[in-house]
């Protein structure tokens, strides 16, 4: 019997983790399809956009990571975590306030993958990913992990 409830335990937390990671990848994808759209036509605009003080793709960086906030809130209420730890308002305010905190930390990655790391665009046979478009997605990998965390403990109810 003990072993059917740790079982059943094992299963429902490898669900959160499958469902986070679902959510994630499509709010990935609405911030990485968003940052290269907005990353072509922003310079168009604004020409400082491409290199603003020694700070590359400021705008596309910040509108577009919004546009991935929002989506993984509301996908994260919806699929991946039970809510009732706080009021919705409170809880609202805890997502965005962790939220500004991944988003400082994923512009600074960012910064540091397309000054230092990836110095060229890589050619994959059938897609040449781009500088810009490496870093973006190396820098949301990485605050992601950090994002579960402390959703799931601070936020959300486990």
């Given at each position: ?82 809510r009732g730890k706080h009021s ?71």
């Open positions: 019997m003990q072993s059917r409830l740790n079982m059943k335990e094992l299963l429902l937390k490898q669900k959160q983790v499958l469902l986070f990671i679902f959510a994630g990848a499509l709010s990935a994808a609405v911030e990485i399809g968003s940052f290269k759209i907005l990353s072509v036509y922003l310079p168009q605009i604004f020409s400082q956009e491409n290199n603003f003080h020694g700070i590359h793709f400021p705008l596309s960086n910040i509108f577009s990571t919004s546009c991935g906030i929002f989506t993984n809130y509301f996908l994260s209420i919806w699929f991946v975590f039970e919705k308002r409170k809880e609202f305010a805890y997502f965005m306030s962790v939220s500004f905190f991944s988003t400082i930390l994923s512009l600074t990655f960012f910064q540091v993958f397309f000054r230092f790391i990836f110095v060229d665009n890589i050619d994959a046979g059938f897609f040449v990913f781009s500088r810009e478009m490496l870093s973006k997605i190396s820098a949301i990998l990485l605050v992601s992990v950090l994002n579960y965390s402390v959703k799931k403990k601070v936020i959300f109810n486990g």
